[in-house]
């Protein structure tokens, strides 16, 4: 059985459009395999910045014979009353190659219809190929896309040759202006020549003997075992980012890892800064000592033989040295201003829409941080660092390091270290270099309890400023962010415990928001209604995701919550519970009786029991067990909640509710006694309710 081999030689590919369409070709080389009827055994991709390639082990000859049963007309049309077939019958015989009377007659959901069954021959995998393999490359999406000469086609980079293989055998395709065959193309300056293949199984081992390791897992595996033996030449190890490895596997054919090194001086640069330089400027390694400490060395990726090294270390370390150079001047041209002065200039900057400036942003984040901080008990010396740190938490966004694109990322680090350079104590400076964190929704957290706090004032900030303005996601697009913002706003807040009542904290920055133009000024209420939605949404997810059943996610959330991280520990609580009572079952039902009855009801909201209107023992009874049972909750669910325990109060209603309904009609003619009642059954039902929704709970 052949080995097929599709090779797409192109101009250089960006690095992080490689992958994705390595995902896509196997899998429609697969599907359409499966579609064709082609056995086949292993798929592989390879790919270099100048090539994707797909190989196809042990694929079939031959498609299988198959029979296919072919619909025709209605029987009706197809035969005559007398059962004599028709020309239409006749013609859809002749045309399918078979007798009329080997016509077949079948039952479908749109009545009685003539059927012909064919044997139809496999055709040879030779012939259905060029179809396939020319849909496949004119199928792959990238996130950017070229035209290049006179050509319509469009692809990532324009595509310079093309090899399709059959085992020895061209697969005869036309893409563009190219034809396939068997020439591919070694290194461009290792070995330039063209590189024949006369089988397919001869493509990794004859690439590389033109200086090119066309599999990315090993050539990946070669950069990581490179860098960490030159780095322990001294006594160090590479720091290697995933990201930054993944960039220089598709940047280079011949990986040779290269040791440079700069003047110390930079080393008084923060660590972070030198390492970004590195990493975003130019996708070296860094390299660290084990006492963590960067060292002036670095490791870069070089696509060349190993004799060449000197020289091009060298060039390295010219442009490196030129790049930090740079970032010491940002440093020291950033630091001649004060944290107040640079706040000032803030007033300049807009920050979202018709929302001010990120001056205004800083007052608001000021009473945030305070507000959060009351809601946990802390007051002093420590909010009034926090609001220091609030106050000057954007002053690195109009610093010359930030306003180098490349080095955007360190936004709040830098802010920390020019805070630090100024003075500020040490609780603002980490606070500062913390209010980004998490980065991605799988991100590190604040390290700080004050990077935390501010961290989450950020974010309600940005959230409820998104939400003024009508612009929170639709669909797939969130162009701001938002769900990752909400994600990291609801992880700070269950690892470090911090409670206060969303609604609270949102109606508080929606007041906070400038007054935009009449036409333009929202609803207010129902921005804020909307953006509490958007975060359970975000908690829902959150509690699947951790295996908590969708029915008690939604009955927890189905009450009147108001802390996210109360709601999230009362889901987890109550899943435990259902899996551990075998009284569960029984409970809730119970729960959903007194719910199904009061709730489809108008009873008002000013109705109050009057223990002088029960008419039976078992009211007085029932009604006492609620008055005990919401003293016991009330206990129960305080700071630090004993979930466990305010269910096994639940639970001890079971049997008064249970012989209440026995003895007892809610809804009986009497109004002032229905109403009673019913108020009672209100009283029940609110008790249910501080641990969730039983309704939705699906037995």
């Known amino acids: ?12 590919i960006p690095a992080n459009a490689v992958l994705p369409a390595l995902q896509q070709m196997e899998e429609m080389m697969g599907r359409e395999l499966r579609r064709l009827r082609l056995a086949y055994g292993e798929i592989a991709t390879y790919a270099t910045h100048r090539r994707l390639a797909i190989v196809v082990k042990r694929l079939a000859d031959n498609q299988p014979d198959q029979e296919v049963e072919h619909k025709g007309p209605p029987v009706e049309r197809a035969f005559t009353e007398e059962g004599d077939p028709t020309d239409a019958a006749i013609g859809f015989a002749k045309a399918r190659g078979v007798d009329v009377s080997d016509l077949a007659v079948r039952e479908t959901d749109k009545g009685s219809f003539v059927f012909a069954t064919v044997q139809e021959e496999g055709k040879a995998t030779l012939e259905v190929l060029p179809a396939l393999l020319t849909e496949m490359i004119a199928s792959l999406e990238f996130p950017k896309t070229m035209r290049w000469g006179e050509l319509e086609m469009r692809f990532v980079r324009p595509i310079r040759w093309l090899v399709a293989l059959l085992g020895a055998e061209v697969v005869p395709i036309q893409v563009a202006d190219l034809t396939s065959g068997r020439v591919t193309h070694g290194h461009r300056a290792l070995d330039p020549e063209p590189v024949e293949l006369t089988d397919a199984g001869e493509y990794l081992p004859k690439l590389e003997k033109a200086y090119v390791i066309a599999d990315h897992r090993r050539r990946r595996r070669e950069i990581v075992e490179q860098a960490e033996a030159v780095a322990a030449e001294v006594d ?83 442009v490196i040295a030129a790049r930090l150079a740079d970032a010491e001047f940002y440093v020291n041209e950033d630091t001649k201003r004060s944290p107040d002065e640079a706040r000032e200039e803030l007033r300049r900057v807009t920050f979202l829409g018709n929302l001010g400036t990120l001056y205004d942003k800083t007052m608001r984040l000021e009473i945030l941080v305070k507000w959060l901080c009351q809601r946990q008990g802390v007051d002093g010396e420590l909010v009034e660092s926090l609001q220091r740190a609030a106050a000057i938490s954007k002053i690195d966004q109009i610093s010359q390091m930030v306003g180098d694109t490349k080095l955007a990322d360190l936004q709040g680090i830098i802010g920390g270290y020019y805070a630090a350079a100024a003075g500020e104590s040490r609780t603002v400076s980490e606070a500062i270099a913390d209010q980004y964190m998490p980065i991605s929704a799988d991100g590190e957290l604040p390290t700080t309890p004050g990077g935390a706090v501010l961290s989450v004032a950020d974010r309600i900030d940005n959230l409820a400023a998104a939400f003024y303005l009508g612009m929170e996601p639709t669909g797939t697009k ?51 209604l909307k953006l509490r939605e958007f975060i359970a949404g975000r908690i829902e997810n959150l509690l699947e995701v951790s295996g908590v059943g969708y029915d008690i996610v939604r009955a927890t959330l189905g009450t009147a919550w108001d802390d996210t991280v109360e709601v999230i520990m009362r889901a987890k609580a109550l899943a435990e519970i259902r899996t551990q009572d075998d009284e569960f079952g029984q409970t809730v039902d119970t729960a959903t009786r007194p719910a199904n009855i009061v709730r489809q009801t108008d009873l ?16 007085q009874q029932v009604w006492d067990s609620c008055e005990l049972a919401r003293e016991q909750l009330e206990v129960a669910l305080k700071a630090g909640a004993d979930y466990a325990r305010a269910w096994e109060v639940l639970k001890s209603l079971s049997k008064p509710i249970d012989d209440y309904f026995l003895a007892v009609m809610v809804n009986v003619e009497d109004d002032e006694l229905r109403t009673n009642r019913l108020t009672v059954m209100r009283e029940l039902d609110s008790l249910y309710l501080c641990l969730a929704d039983f309704t939705q709970i699906v037995q």
């Not at 994600?487 to 400038?514: K, N, T, W, Y």
């Open 478 to 528: 969130d162009p701001m962010g938002l769900r990752r913002q909400s994600q990291g706003l609801i992880a700070i807040c269950l690892e470090r415990s911090l409670h206060f009542s969303l609604p609270d904290v949102v109606s508080l920055v929606m007041g906070l928001l400038p007054d935009l133009p009449n036409s333009q000024m929202p609803d207010v209420a129902e921005a804020g």
């Open 1 to 12: 059985m052949p080995q097929l081999l599709l090779e797409i030689g192109t101009e250089e």
């Open 236 to 318: 160090a190890a590479p720091v290697l980012r995933k990201e930054i490895v993944d960039e220089n596997n598709f940047l280079v054919e011949w990986p040779t890892c290269l040791l440079g090194q700069f003047d110390e001086r930079y080393l008084e640069l923060p660590d972070e800064v030198i390492a970004t330089v590195m990493e975003k400027h130019q996708s070296y390694f860094p390299v660290v000592p084990e006492s963590g400490s960067l060292l002036a060395r670095f490791i870069v990726v070089a696509n060349i033989a190993a004799d060449a090294g000197p020289v091009v270390t060298a060039g390295h370390e010219k």
């Open 604 to 619: 008002p909201t000013s109705a109050e029991v009057d223990e002088g209107l029960f008419t039976e023992p078992v009211e």
